[in-house]
């Protein structure tokens, strides 16, 4: 249910410079496509693979209103990438990033964007559930600001497409990782347990390490993204993740395997209130619809990750090397 | 289902300048509630019932901090009251009023408030329905700004009662009419339809007619929201309306009837792409938690009203006569 190509389309990739627009730029490049970055100038050691770039804040009206003009395909990766942020001050994150979305928004309307594709949170928007997989038409009761914030951009564009008929289409990602993604920031529990326990560091967890999540390779997540930004049926809403769930506990173990190290020094901080106990997405929609199943393995996803943290596979991952 | 009374109980409205607002603070005042009241000051040529006021606009953070210190009760009506505005501007709807409850559920939280009751929006935030009536239960796809903007805040407001054991209520009310409702503000059809048949001009409609809605006598309401004040159980969300659904042609002709007129000269305006066909709400969890259900006649209700646009009442309506 997918048809034509991203090759040659003038693609507008806001928030380019981050873990997961990084990883889209390198796939959409390789898919012949003609590649615009919007964002911070990226700080992995290595030039973007971008014809062109605007290096500005997504609250800078004129910049992005420039940037927007004559692309194809608009992916929006902005608006809140570290939930923590996003807690600590829920009106900053609603001045910057919601309205930051909703100029989007009323930008690609009027600027006559093709295809505008969302990436929402799978991990957060749900809130808690009893039960699992989650689907798509699970009720949405977030408990955290972010989550909360990633609904309204939803509705917005829900309301874009309903009123409109804009041709967009939501993806719920559930928890990627992978390479480019920074340690140290909150977030990304692969690749901080991979470098502290490289650079032989104790591991920091948040409760007692029960927490199950959905983990998604930042490769197989940017697939769907690209097929997402072609597919012509008749949903808007997906699901994206592996559809498996794994403990904060299982993910250390499975580091230590792929390590080759063992032993692990666990402190365990207090569990957030912004956490719910377990998430994992029910990806049959994307399946059906777009032919998409998530194609890495979880080893191999996490020996990939600690190639790139090493820099082994010489893509200026950070410059950590193991513990004597 | 309901404990407890409001006597001697110190409550702000927010937004008690206004149609709502004006009705809860003199019911209030009746039951031997301490109001202080918040927004601009009412222009409906008589006092409010308030003990107290603060002549403030939403945004005046400082002058919020200060009404909310000491309070008991906060009832929150302020935020959007004309859906029009919403629809011309989104992210100035969304910086102001959006933001104004952020703060505000914020300072209930620290400053130890010790129930929040928010009236929502039932006509707008479930969007288009294949079912009627529609229950709490259903999905929530506004296609409006000012819905969205109203479920926003039902979501941090959950996110509150989730995390914090926050004490709220949310009213999502169907279409309130009756006195002290302003007509010209391009809401309000009962208000407006009087105004316009008494003062001989012609009816202006959205669309053909045919559009549903659910009325609620403001007194209703009102009553709804001082039980809910009270009310112990465990759910935080209700419906209020009449359970009724009516076309915009049905109230058009009822209110003929009331007045005592006929041959209305109607012009149909385009209809308007925020509204969805129909919406009746199903009111069988307030009908057993609050043990409420309307009582105001739809007829009586008319009249009433009438008789407030015509100045009867003694309360102050518009200085509307019939046309010779």
């Not at 500005?56 to 990766?77: I, K, P, Q, T």
């Not at 979305?101 to 799978?122: K, N, Y």
Request: with cysteine; proline share 6%.
């Amino acid at each position: 249910m997918t048809s034509g190509t991203l090759a040659g389309q003038r693609c507008l990739v806001l928030g380019a410079g981050g873990f997961i627009g990084f990883n889209l730029c390198r796939a959409l490049a390789a898919a012949g496509a003609r590649v615009h970055g919007f964002g911070r100038t990226p700080k992995f050691g290595e030039p973007p693979t971008t014809e062109t770039w605007t290096n500005a804040e997504f609250g800078d009206h004129l910049a992005l209103r420039r940037a927007v003009e004559g692309m194809e395909v608009v992916f929006h990766l902005l608006g809140g990438s570290i939930p923590g942020e996003a807690e600590r001050d829920p009106v900053g994150d609603l001045r910057t990033n919601a309205v930051g979305s909703l100029e989007l928004l009323s930008l690609c309307q009027s600027m006559g964007v093709h295809r505008l594709v969302f990436v929402s949170s799978g991990g957060t928007i749900y809130g808690p559930t009893a039960v699992s997989p989650i689907s798509e038409d699970h009720p949405t009761n977030p408990i955290s600001v972010y989550g909360i914030h990633k609904l309204l951009i939803e509705k917005h564009l829900g309301m874009h497409i309903h009123r409109d008929s804009m041709q967009a289409m939501v993806l719920r990602a559930a928890n990627p990782y992978g390479p480019y993604q920074r340690p140290g920031r909150g977030q990304g529990l692969v690749v901080n347990l991979i470098t502290r326990r490289l650079a032989g560091q104790p591991v920091e967890i948040w409760g007692d390490g029960s927490t199950v999540r959905d983990y998604l390779h930042v490769d197989d997540l940017v697939r769907a993204m690209l097929a997402a930004a072609v597919y012509e049926g008749p949903y808007r809403l997906m699901n994206v993740g592996s559809g498996i769930g794994r403990s904060i506990n299982e993910v250390v173990a499975a580091v230590d395997q792929v390590l080759g190290l063992s032993g692990a020094e666990v402190r365990h901080l207090p569990g957030r209130a912004a956490d719910v106990p377990s998430n994992v997405l029910d990806v049959s929609r994307i399946r059906t619809e777009l032919g998409w199943s998530a194609q890495i393995g979880w080893l191999n996803g996490l020996r990939h990750t600690a190639d790139w943290v090493l820099g082994k596979s010489g893509s200026g991952g950070p410059a950590v090397r193991p513990a004597p």
